[in-house]
C-alpha cells in the first residue's frame, strides 16, 4: 500500500526506488504497483520510463491490464510521442484488452493534434456507439478542431450542430471554421447564436468572423 501513495506524493523516481527495492527483497511487485508507478510517470510525462515500465512486466510475466496500457500512452501523450502511443493503443487487441473510453479518448486527442480529422471522427462515432460520451461537449470540439485546421470546415459546423450540448469553445471553433471557408453570414449568425445563448464569444471570435467577411 506505501508504494500506491508514492505517485500523488512524491513522484516517479520515488515510486520506481520503492518498486525496485521490493524486487531486492525477493517480492514480485504486483499490477496495482506497476499501476501505481506508471500514473507517476504520467503526471510528469516520462514516457521512456512509462515505456521501460512495460517492458519490466513482460520479463517478469505480469500482464499489464487497461489501465497501466493507458497510463503508459497517456505518458507518450502528454510528452508528445504520438506514434508511440499510437502503436502501444494498437496492441491493446493483441493483449485481449477491448478499447475502454480513456483509451479512445487519448487516441481521439491524438490524432486530432496530427490534424488526422477522419480517424478523430471515426473515433468519436465508436465513442458514441458504445456510449462512451461523458464530456461529450470536449469531444466534439477536439474533433472540430481537426476539422477545421485541415479545412473540412463544413465538417466542422455539422458536427457543431449535431453536438449534444454547446458551450462558449464551441462557439469559438466554428466561427473560427466559417472565418476557414470564408462563410461570414453563418459567422454572424453563430455569434448572435451565442450571445442569445448567454455565452459570451471571445475577442479572437469577433477577430474571426471579421475576417469570414472577407
Given at each position: 500500500?506505501?508504494?500506491?501513495?508514492?505517485?500523488?506524493?512524491?513522484?516517479?523516481?520515488?515510486?520506481?526506488?520503492?518498486?525496485?527495492?521490493?524486487?531486492?527483497?525477493?517480492?514480485?511487485?504486483?499490477?496495482?504497483?506497476?499501476?501505481?508507478?506508471?500514473?507517476?510517470?504520467?503526471?510528469?510525462?516520462?514516457?521512456?520510463?512509462?515505456?521501460?515500465?512495460?517492458?519490466?512486466?513482460?520479463?517478469?510475466?505480469?500482464?499489464?491490464?487497461?489501465?497501466?496500457?493507458?497510463?503508459?500512452?497517456?505518458?507518450?501523450?502528454?510528452?508528445?510521442?504520438?506514434?508511440?502511443?499510437?502503436?502501444?493503443?494498437?496492441?491493446?487487441?493483441?493483449?485481449?484488452?477491448?478499447?475502454?473510453?480513456?483509451?479512445?479518448?487519448?487516441?481521439?486527442?491524438?490524432?486530432?493534434?496530427?490534424?488526422?480529422?477522419?480517424?478523430?471522427?471515426?473515433?468519436?462515432?465508436?465513442?458514441?456507439?458504445?456510449?462512451?460520451?461523458?464530456?461529450?461537449?470536449?469531444?466534439?470540439?477536439?474533433?472540430?478542431?481537426?476539422?477545421?485546421?485541415?479545412?473540412?470546415?463544413?465538417?466542422?459546423?455539422?458536427?457543431?450542430?449535431?453536438?449534444?450540448e454547446?458551450d462558449?469553445?464551441?462557439?469559438?471553433?466554428?466561427?473560427?471554421?466559417?472565418?476557414?471557408?470564408?462563410?461570414?453570414?453563418?459567422?454572424?449568425?453563430?455569434?448572435?447564436?451565442?450571445?442569445?445563448?448567454?455565452?459570451?464569444p471571445?475577442?479572437?471570435?469577433?477577430?474571426?468572423?471579421?475576417?469570414?467577411?472577407?
Amino acid at each position: 500500500m506505501l508504494l500506491r501513495g508514492w505517485p500523488r506524493a512524491r513522484g516517479w523516481p520515488r515510486s520506481r526506488t520503492l518498486l525496485a527495492c521490493r524486487e531486492q527483497s525477493g517480492h514480485a511487485p504486483d499490477l496495482g504497483q506497476y499501476g501505481a508507478v506508471a500514473k507517476a510517470c504520467v503526471k510528469e510525462a516520462k514516457w521512456a520510463a512509462a515505456v521501460q515500465l512495460l517492458v519490466d512486466m513482460r520479463q517478469r510475466a505480469v500482464a499489464p491490464d487497461a489501465a497501466v496500457l493507458v497510463a503508459v500512452v497517456s505518458s507518450c501523450e502528454r510528452a508528445r510521442r504520438w506514434i508511440a502511443a499510437l502503436e502501444l493503443l494498437g496492441r491493446m487487441p493483441e493483449a485481449g484488452l477491448r478499447a475502454s473510453a480513456s483509451s479512445l479518448v487519448v487516441a481521439l486527442k491524438i490524432h486530432a493534434r496530427r490534424r488526422h480529422w477522419a480517424a478523430s471522427l471515426h473515433l468519436l462515432r465508436e465513442m458514441m456507439s458504445r456510449q462512451l460520451m461523458a464530456g461529450a461537449v470536449v469531444h466534439y470540439c477536439t474533433v472540430m478542431t481537426a476539422c477545421m485546421k485541415s479545412r473540412e470546415w463544413r465538417l466542422a459546423l455539422r458536427l457543431f450542430q449535431e453536438s449534444p450540448e454547446r458551450d462558449a469553445v464551441g462557439y469559438n471553433v466554428a466561427v473560427s471554421a466559417c472565418e476557414t471557408g470564408f462563410h461570414w453570414q453563418g459567422a454572424i449568425s453563430l455569434l448572435l447564436k451565442a450571445k442569445s445563448e448567454t455565452f459570451c464569444p471571445s475577442t479572437g471570435c469577433y477577430d474571426a468572423a471579421i475576417r469570414a467577411c472577407g
